[in-house]
Every structure is written in C-alpha cells, then in structure tokens.
C-alpha cells in the first residue's frame, strides 16, 4: 500500500511538472500577434466517402509566382502527388508547381514526370485510389519543399528564402483571407520529400533553431519519413499545403528588382509574428518593454572571415562610427557574430536600428531588426559588384537599403545589375568609412520620420 502511495505521488508530481513545462513553452511561444493564432484542434479523419461521388477535390488557392502554390485538399500516394480536379485548366502549368527533386543544373531531367505529379479527376481518383482504402488526413496547414538538398543546407537560402520569403509571406497573403480570414492557423509540419535532416542543416544549426524559435512544436519530416509513408502504400490527403520548388521558381520571370511589379498581394507587417515570436524566445515580453535605448549601429565585422574589408579600412570604419556616436545621440556595436551564441545575437539584432556589414550571412540578422523609418542595411561590396540578395530582403522587410562601393552609395530603385566581380569574394574589400558616417548620420538624423 506504502509503494502503490508512493508511486502515486511521485506520478502526481511528474505530471505537474509536465504541465508546468507546457505553460513555461506555451509563454514563450505566445503568437497574441492578430495575424497569428494558434489554433489546436485535433487530428481527425477525413470523412472520405469512395462510392458516393464526394471525393473532396484539390483547389489551387493561391499560385502568384512559379514553384510557390497553395492547395488545398492535395493527394499524395505511392510515392506520387495526385491534383485531383474537375476543372484542370484552374490549375497551374504542372512544371510551375514542382520537380523532380533534382539540382538545378539537371534541368531537363528534372521537368516533373507523372511519378513526381499527376492531375487526375474525381473518377479516375475512385478507381486509383479504391473504394475500400481509408486515407490519412494531415489536418491543418502543411508547408512542403521539394527540393534537391543543394542550397536547403544553407541559412540564407533557407530561412529567408524559403521560410520567410517563400512559404510564410505567401501564407500571410490576404489573397488567402477568404480561405482562413484574417488571421492564420499555425503551420503544422514541414516536409522535405528529398532531403535528410542531416543535409537540411547549416553548419551553425540555425535552420533548426530558427524553426523551433518561430514555430515551437512543429514536425519536421524527411525524406526518410515520406518514403515510409509513400512505401506503405497509404493515401495521405493533405488539408492545406504551401508547396515550395526552388526548381520551379527559376522556369519564371526574375522579380527581385525594384522596377519589375510584385505579382503576390503582400500582408503589411507580414513578418511581424515570427520576428516577435524569435525574439521572444530569447527574451521575454515584459523584459522588451523596460528596454529604452538609444538608436543601435551594429557593424558585423568578417575580419575572422574569407571575405572581409582591407585591416587599414575596417579599422578607419569603427573609428569613424565611434566618432559618430559622440556627435549624435547612438550606440555601437562591433560584432564578430561567430564569437557570439544564437541568443546574444538575436538580442544584439532585434534591438539594431542600422545594420552594417560586407556581404555574407551576417546580414541575415535583419531579419530580427523592427522596421521603421530609420531601420537601415548598409551591406559593403567590392566596387562594381552586387547581388540581390540582402537588398531584396531589406526592402521585403521594411528597412531601407544602401550599397556602398568603397565612397558611393547605392539605393533602390536605382540599383546597379547583378554583377559577381574579381574581388567580391576577397580579404581586400575597400571602404570609406568617413562616407559611412556620414550616411547613417543622415539616416538618425532625418526630419521627415
């Protein structure tokens, strides 16, 4: 009797300490944010019915750019995505859709086959699928990748390109407020059919973090998880899917520049749920609001790195910042960004108002920054040299954008092409840093804010 008590006890007080996890988790994880909200209701099947003509069918919801779809009702059985429609002309060309989970330079071999997607109709689903086979439903919203594991191992690629810029400002679109209102439930699983979850880290574990700081419990699945359930020949029926195909987004027309027209109705603040949610992950709310601060410089230096400034101007640069901030009201903040732990920096960023730094990864950090009309990225190249890349992230965001050439800058919508030169990559990048100083102290100081 004393050892039944004792165990009784003792699961009483394991219990406790469960719930008291799931508050503490739930705390930091609070999406309040009015696009946002988490929505737990529970797994439940499909009420499917094979012989009576009520095969729910697949709708194409929102499909604004090649290789970014949103569908709902997608079928996907022994190892091939079923569209399953009465009207195949509402659906996209199948190769803006997906491929065959090839790299890219593979480009014939990876225009998608019928083993990757087929479109079919209702009848011919009742006689593929049969009449006695009970599906799977994944209920709630799924987002899906499908592609090769080339560039899903790399952070940039990943969590702007894909996560943020891809599967999560499509999914905030108000082209999809008819479907889920104004607000959004939270994604329930991400599935990358062709890649392990070893080939979708970076080297800094990033991807998963972020991931796990923006969407707490979400299932990962991989390529070793959709084989098992593509081998088992089960029919699994996906309620809401965000399908992302790096291949497919390269077959359109380029729209990273600020002169081509935007074809996606964009949410405003669409990123703000996430941003909030990262960052507090690392800091609580109630820290947040007893912080005031003076407007943050933060310089990523990459001097430690392969690509960085020339020693003489990166020392001239932090001089001048330094100087800077005794003339204006502003803090600096030099940061070597791999001397620092993922919550140091989250904290170090959200709290940044201008970004500086050579191109590279650490200007990923915007991500984390508030827009306002002074948030600013200044991203320093080799003179003559440019990509796209952090400028149309800061302008998705909300923060202005300079590039600078050694004393020139440059903004939208006047950019410069795309242009990898000899150098760009090198330990012998040139700046001015008088002229960097002199362009954020025309940022801080604006009249017109």
Same mark, same amino acid.
């Given at each position: ?45 499909? &009420? ?6 009520? /095969?729910?069918?697949?709708? !194409?919801? +929102?499909?604004?750019? @090649?290789? *970014? ?42 225009? &998608? ?6 479109? /079919?109709?209702?009848?011919? !689903?009742? +006689?593929?699928?049969? @009449?006695? *086979? ?316």
């Amino acid at each position: 009797m004393v050892v039944a008590v004792r165990g009784f006890r003792i699961f009483v007080f394991l219990f406790s300490l469960l719930i008291l996890g799931f508050y503490l988790f739930s705390k930091k994880h609070d999406h309040s944010d009015a696009l946002l909200s988490l929505v737990n209701s529970s797994e439940t099947s499909l &009420p499917l019915a094979w012989n009576d003509n009520t /095969i729910p069918e697949t709708k !194409a919801l +929102l499909h604004k750019l @090649p290789g *970014l779809t949103v569908f709902e009702n997608l079928y996907a059985y022994n190892g091939t995505i079923y569209i399953v429609t009465s009207e195949p002309d509402s659906i996209p060309e199948k190769r803006m859709i997906i491929s065959n989970g090839l790299a890219l330079e593979f480009k014939q071999e990876n225009e &998608p086959t019928d083993q990757t997607l087929q479109i /079919i109709t209702p009848a011919e !689903a009742r +006689l593929l699928f049969g @009449p006695a *086979l009970a599906p799977n439903f994944l209920a709630g919203v799924s987002f899906m990748q499908t592609d090769a594991p080339q560039f899903l191992g790399h952070m940039y690629h990943f969590v702007v390109e894909i996560f943020a810029l891809g599967h999560w400002r499509h999914f905030t679109s108000p082209d999809l407020d008819t479907t889920f209102g104004s607000t959004r439930p939270y994604p329930r699983r991400y599935i990358f059919p062709y890649a392990s979850h070893e080939q979708w880290q970076d080297h800094a574990g990033m991807n998963l973090w972020t991931i796990r700081a923006a969407l707490g419990p979400i299932a990962l699945e991989f390529k070793d998880e959709w084989k098992t359930w593509m081998d088992s020949e089960q029919l699994l029926v996906m309620e809401h899917v965000v399908l992302g195909d790096r291949a497919a987004w390269h077959r359109g027309s380029f729209w990273k520049s600020p002169k081509e027209e935007f074809p996606l109705v964009v949410r405003d603040r669409w990123w703000d749920p996430i941003r909030n949610s990262v960052t507090a992950f690392v800091e609580p709310a109630d820290v947040q609001a007893n912080i005031t601060q003076k407007p943050l410089i933060t310089y990523v230096s990459r001097q430690n790195s392969r690509r960085r400034l020339k020693t003489k101007d990166h020392n001239t640069l932090v001089s001048e910042l330094e100087l800077l901030c005794q003339i204006i009201e502003c803090e600096l903040q030099v940061a070597t960004m791999e001397e620092l732990d993922t919550t140091e920096q989250i904290l170090l960023l959200s709290k940044t108002t201008v970004l500086v730094g050579v191109h590279g990864n650490g200007l990923l950090g915007q991500l984390w920054m508030e827009p306002t009309p002074r948030s600013t990225v200044i991203e320093i190249f080799h003179p003559d040299g440019f990509t796209y890349d952090y400028e149309y992230t800061a302008r998705s965001l909300g923060h202005k954008y300079y590039g600078i050439w050694k004393d020139k800058y440059f903004t939208a919508p006047d950019l410069p092409p795309q242009n990898v030169v000899d150098g760009f990559h090198g330990a012998s990048i040139p700046v001015n840093g008088t002229s960097v100083a002199s362009l954020i102290h025309q940022r801080l100081t604006m009249k017109s804010l």
